[in-house]
């Protein structure tokens, strides 16, 4: 009945998310505020290292995407269910170290890292870093050299695939900002370079095809081509790539229409594909990374509102004005994304209206949803979106000087703060 198993409806008909009910969620910490299932987001975390492990033999290691959704507890979770940390700023890195987690299981990415963050990385002895261009690649040689460390590396390549997804989402495409591309020899090149600078220990190399991708095709595709890369730099240079990282980019449901692949149908074929090449070419299967971001913290969260105002304009549309909006969630405004919508303190009654879904920031386009199938609501209904786990709080902004929403954690039915609702002091903390 719902995109997440996370979610059902109690005897009162209300919305619950991990057996606790959100009406009185909301209630109690007040709204806007994100909630998620501690066990929902354990499991996802368990089924990637489990799939992971039995497809590769446990030659291979799953690392949160954390831009998902950072926060220490997040990053300890990651930590208790032996995953690896994809960061990609010094702030992800300086969260993840703060929630102790291993730096030696950090991969540092990003298109314009700063010296600063390079040499932060470094200090603190972060595992890997994804080079994404060659005056980066020179930078990263001189820190390094300076510090008396040699900086092992993976290398970003634009496989050149065309995932079937929103424009601002495809990164694995020749006109991308991430990367190297490969037509055009510019990746085999930067390759070479890298073997004879100083201070640099060329291990691995990493795609990122895009993101909310529900075929498996476009990920086969990229890994046979990532392998065929591995093995012309074996022939051309006699350098053995070991490790190689396939990146994130797993649909989730967010409405009924979504359908994700089963972890398995994404990691068989994959695997199997990076096997065939390997024997093929003579060449060592790798040490295989993927980076789920989306698919670990997306569909087990809720984002809980208060209904305020709720505007009838006759033969055009009805708005219903919620107390968050582009602050908490502003994937509406930035790419048209699609929510399930509902009544929490209804949601056992039908879904008769159709309404859309407005924020409370001085933008029009300020809209967490248009023409949203949803039951019929008035001032002072709590709202569920659902599916906000990944690129909501991540994303979030001070735009209007709205204080970002608490975020809670249910398990086991008790209910946590994991991050504190900004306070009015919070909008000011760094005036002068
Ligand atoms: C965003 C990103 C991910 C995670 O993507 P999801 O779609 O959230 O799984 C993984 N790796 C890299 C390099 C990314 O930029």
New binding site residues.
Partial sequence: MFVSKCLNVNEKGHLTIGGVDTVDIAGKYGTPVIVYDENAVRDNCRAFVRSIDKYYGGNGRVLY?S??FSCLEMCRICSEENMGL?V?SGGEIYTALKAGFPADRMYF?GNNKSEDELKYALENNVGRIVVDNPEELKALSVIAKDMGKTASIYMRIKPGIDAHTHNFIR?GQIDSKFGFALETGEAMECVKLAAETESINLVGLHC?IG??IFDIDPFVHAAQVMMKFIADIKSQTGIVISELDL????GIKYTEEDKPAAFGAYMEPVSNAIKASAAENDIPVPFVLI?????IAGAEAVTLYTVGAVKHIPNVRTYVSIDGGMTDNPRYILYQSAYTVLCANKADKPRDSVVTVAGKCCESGDLIQENASIQTVERDDILAVLSTG?YNYSMASNYNRVPRPAVLMVKDGNVRTIINRESYEDMVRNDI
Wanted: net charge neutral; glycine share 20%; proline share 5%.
């Fill in positions: 995407a831009k998902a994809d990609v990415h990164t990122h993101s909310q990146g994130g980019g797993f980076e789920p971001g989306r698919s990944a």
